[in-house]
């Protein structure tokens, strides 16, 4: 058992859309936290969305039941959610698939496992700086990976939005990435949907972080700057803080 207490605020803004197609998971019980960002449109984002946002615990749970380690855990429940979603998507329209992006963190061993496909997406803030977890599955960071834009270029362009591995994706690849981190007293994990992410900076986390001592008011803070900034998407964080018991 680890020595830190954990805290955590949460909460998911529908901004000027029509519906919120994101959805978050806080389970204190598993110290599990997820953040999924729908798409697809009408209900099919909330659909892929609230599927991962309800298989992923569970087969995390059953995975590590069965002591699987939260590496193997995490890309195995990534990858019964991105099966189930391209199952159910058979029987939407043809071209009009759905999916969604999902980032998780769970607590275990005394380690931070993060996992994420799409562009929601995980941080870090530690000592004064912000450390971004994750990266991004859309096509301009791919660009940029490759030389072929500069990051600056790539916050500005079209392919921004348009991701090529996603919950839902046929073609996954290696699956989801794992990262691990040992937390620190004092730490706090963010994660975020784009519609958060996009409309924030390093100096917004870690003034937030000093103004806000309680998780809650930290998360609602940060959902609703980005909404006055002109977020016009769904915007929804988890925030968690890692304090010594």
Known sequence: MSDFVLRVGSRSAQGIRPNNEDRFVVDLTQNLFLV???????????????MAAEIIPQVLHERMAAQDSPEQALRQAMAQANQAILDAGQEQPEGRRMGTTAVVAVHRDNQVFVAGLGDSRAYLIREGKVEQLTVDHSVAQALVASGALTPEEARHSPYQHVLHKFLGCSNMGDGA?????????????????????????????????????????????????????????????????????
Request: with cysteine; aromatic share 4%.
């Open 177 to 245: 990435d794992v990262s691990p981190f040992e937390p620190k007293a004092g730490d706090c994990l963010l994660l975020g949907s784009d519609g958060l992410t996009n409309h924030l900076n390093d100096e917004d986390m870690l003034d937030g972080r000093a103004r806000f001592p309680d998780p809650q008011d930290w998360a609602d803070h940060l959902v609703q700057l980005a909404l006055s900034r002109g977020s016009r998407d769904n915007v929804t964080c988890v925030v968690v803080t890692f304090e010594q018991s």
């Open 36 to 50: 999924a960002d729908g798409m697809g449109g009408q209900d099919r984002g909330e659909l892929a969305s609230g």
